[in-house]
């Protein structure tokens, strides 16, 4: 982080007031964890489920130079600079909005029902090629998320790759008017969030917020294959569009499609001499190498510039990540996150891979879908089938209609429902899994099937 004052913090934030005459001191990093305070660093104090003002004492000790306050005054600590603010949440949105002034990136912003994560890696991995980027770190995509990834951008940073994420409407705009894209993609326009928002034409307006924020001229990123972005993106927009998809009509396209285990093949419409591989598998990846590559190629960087990059990329962990399980097997981690796309989706990738001895898969409760949760569960049961997967493990209670839906084709032993405590169906499945089988682990994280990961890794 670029040092910033703390007279110009005040400013950005627009104090009420300001406790301490050292204010030409300077702070180089923003936390709201107080254990992570230090010197020169400001703490943020944030109210969710505890208020960070509580442990204002742990961020002294820890050796914080000042810290926002939107307690009453007489209840500050005399041994701290306290910046006072009506509220700290939006004085640090408002300091970001300061940052990101002052370092003035070129700003990349990603959303999407599915795959946003994943394409911001790929994103970040590709303009690396030419360019010092800073992006989201894990899942750091909300109201409190954004705002820390632009002030822990580096002063040197040229582009700066956003996550954003929602759960309702408002949020996207809100996130893309405070960092002004330069550039805005939708990933996909999926099932994720129908429980808040009724609808996928109305998760795809939420969706088309990220435009809101947009800036003139600026470029927008969206799948050919989803009519709903057309139909409800405003037809008064002063940016350019592109398109990306496997079809031929979109103005990037993926082609010559080969997916292996531990990687994807494909050529792009931008260079039809390279081709291009993803180290995982699916073509729904190569769909999110297709948002980076266009990006790229807005940038000025060739195919042949970035291909390394997009090989090596570095995903975030638990999505599309092989790991060494119990008993010799594999595990396909991709257990963060789930909407039915998405979990049709690897279901149908997992299926095509080679055998290597048998084909498990483990499929937690998909939340969120409100109204339709029964009907999109057990609409999965196309994409399971007894000729691709030799044993089907369920979790949890909203996935019941799925294993329903599947008795009438799956014998009784091949077909395991459990819900509740997990230990019983870890116990399970480490007497069952043995050597060369891969297990399929896929559901929403509330689900928590990554304890269930951690209990079957080797």
């Known amino acids: 982080?670029?040092?910033?004052?703390?007279?110009?913090?005040?400013?950005?934030?627009?104090?009420?007031?300001?406790?301490?005459?050292?204010?030409?001191?300077?702070?180089?990093?923003?936390?709201?964890?107080?254990?992570?305070?230090?010197?020169?660093s400001l703490f943020v104090p944030l109210k969710g489920e505890t208020d960070g003002h509580d442990y204002i004492q742990s961020a002294i000790k820890n050796g914080a130079t000042a810290a926002l306050w939107s307690r009453p005054e007489s209840e500050a600590p005399d041994d701290i600079a306290i910046i006072l603010v009506d509220d700290t949440l939006t004085a640090l949105q408002d300091l970001a909005k300061y940052y990101l002034n002052e370092i003035k990136p070129k700003v990349v912003a990603i959303t999407g029902s599915n795959g946003k994560t994943t394409t911001k890696d790929m994103t970040a991995a590709v303009l690396n090629a030419k360019f010092n980027v800073h992006k989201t770190k894990g899942n750091y995509n909300n109201e409190i998320g954004l705002p820390f990834t632009i002030l822990e951008m580096p002063e040197e940073t040229e582009i700066l790759v956003l996550e954003m994420g929602m759960s309702g409407p408002g949020e996207i705009s809100f996130l893309s008017q405070l960092a002004t894209p330069d550039v805005a993609a939708i990933t996909i326009i999926g099932e994720s969030h129908l429980e808040h928002l009724g609808s996928r034409r109305n998760i795809a307006k939420a969706k088309l917020e990220i435009l809101e924020g947009l800036k003139a001229d600026g470029l927008f990123i969206y799948p050919i294959d989803e009519p709903l972005i057309r139909e409800e993106m405003p037809i008064d927009g002063d940016y350019h569009k592109r398109t990306f998809g496997i079809d031929h009509t979109a103005t990037v396209y993926a082609y010559g499609v080969q997916s292996g285990k531990n990687s994807t093949s494909f050529k792009v419409s931008l260079d039809d001499r390279e081709i291009l591989e993803i180290p995982i598998i699916g073509e729904y990846n190569v769909q999110n190498a297709l948002v980076a590559l266009t990006i790229a190629d807005y940038f000025g960087l060739s195919m042949l510039e970035v291909k390394a990059y997009l090989e090596h990329f570095e995903l975030t962990e638990n999505r599309s990540q092989w790991m060494d399980g119990v008993n010799g097997s594999q595990i396909l981690n991709d257990a963060y996150n789930a909407s039915p796309t998405s979990m049709t989706a690897v279901l149908e990738a997992y299926a095509a891979l080679p055998r290597e001895g048998r084909k498990f898969v483990l499929l937690g409760d998909i939340r969120e879908l409100g109204e339709k949760s029964s009907e999109l569960h057990a609409s999965l049961s196309a994409s399971v089938k007894p000729e691709d997967f030799d044993e089907v493990y369920l979790y949890g209670e909203e996935i019941a209609p799925l294993y329903q839906a599947l008795e009438g084709s799956f014998p009784a032993d091949r077909l395991h429902h459990f819900k509740g405590e997990k230990a019983p169906l870890i116990e399970a499945l480490r007497e069952k899994i043995t050597h060369t089988d891969q297990i399929l682990i896929k559901s929403s994280f509330g689900t928590d099937l990554l304890s269930v990961v951690k209990a079957l890794k080797e």
């Open 1 to 40: 982080m670029k040092p910033i004052r703390i007279i110009d913090v005040v400013k950005a934030v627009k104090a009420i007031d300001y406790s301490s005459p050292n204010r030409f001191a300077e702070i180089t990093r923003v936390v709201f964890d107080s254990r992570e305070a230090g010197i020169d």
